[in-house]
T-cell receptor, first 113, second 108 residues
Framework: EAGVTQSPTHLIKTRGQQATLRCSPISGHTSVYWYQQALGLGLQFLLWYDEGEERNRGNFPPRFSGRQFPNYSSELNVNALELEDSALYLC????????????FGDGTRLSIL | QKEVEQNSGPLSVPEGAIASLNCTYSDRGSQSFFWYRQYSGKSPELIMSIYSNGDKEDGRFTAQLNKASQYVSLLIRDSQPSDSATYLCAAINYQLIWGAGTKLIIKP
């Protein structure tokens, strides 16, 4: 069974640009979660999508947005990039509604120059 | 506000000893509990799930849950240098709530 896949592995942008990160969940999983993890810090919850709908959002500005497609894959978009957006962005998936654990992809490392 | 609390460490344990990691949670409605291991620069990896009071063993790992005390622990027996990592505790009641993690260092 394929795990959660994320692309790209690394992304280098400059301030003010826009970034798009992609995630494919484990087959059969309907929920996708996005997290930001700055160097040396803990997981910060960004967004939760289930069945194409945004279910919850963390304490991040509106320039962080995303969507979930009919095949349950997801995109995270970050507009007007700032230096402090440099971090590891992690995507996770699970079977929603059954208190199941989340399974993570390898992440996208976003660097803002 | 729902919280999961862990001592940030670092917790230093000699090789071969038992490492004991602890976690408390505030939401009494939490249904399931998970321990993840995260190596530096890598993504979290699920190592244990526990759903009912008591102990659950898997190889060198034992998870312990006490819902009355709202307490979850992870024991690692015969600790190895490869166990050095940050261990994240998480509790779920509709949505997963994460602890900040405990950094574990196994000294050879």
């Amino acid at each position: 069974e394929a795990g959660v896949t994320q692309s790209p592995t690394h992304l280098i942008k400059t301030r003010g640009q826009q970034a798009t990160l992609r995630c494919s969940p484990i087959s059969g999983h309907t929920s996708v979660y996005w997290y930001q993890q700055a160097l040396g810090l803990g997981l910060q919850f960004l967004l939760w999508y289930d069945e194409g709908e945004e279910r919850n959002r963390g304490n991040f500005p509106p320039r962080f947005s995303g969507r979930q497609f009919p095949n349950y894959s997801s995109e995270l978009n970050v507009n007007a990039l700032e230096l402090e957006d440099s971090a590891l962005y992690l995507c996770a998936s699970n079977l929603q509604g059954r208190n199941q654990p989340q399974h993570f992809g390898d992440g996208t490392r976003l660097s803002i120059l | 506000q729902k919280e999961v609390e862990q001592n940030s460490g670092p917790l230093s344990v000699p090789e071969g000893a038992i490492a004991s990691l602890n976690c408390t949670y505030s939401d009494r409605g939490s249904q399931s509990f998970f321990w993840y291991r995260q190596y530096s620069g890598k993504s979290p990896e699920l190592i244990m799930s526990i759903y009912s009071n008591g102990d659950k063993e898997d190889g060198r790992f034992t998870a312990q849950l006490n819902k009355a005390s709202q307490y979850v622990s992870l024991l690692i027996r015969d600790s190895q240098p490869s166990d050095s990592a940050t261990y994240l505790c998480a509790a779920i009641n509709y949505q997963l709530i994460w602890g900040a993690g405990t950094k574990l260092i196994i000294k050879p």
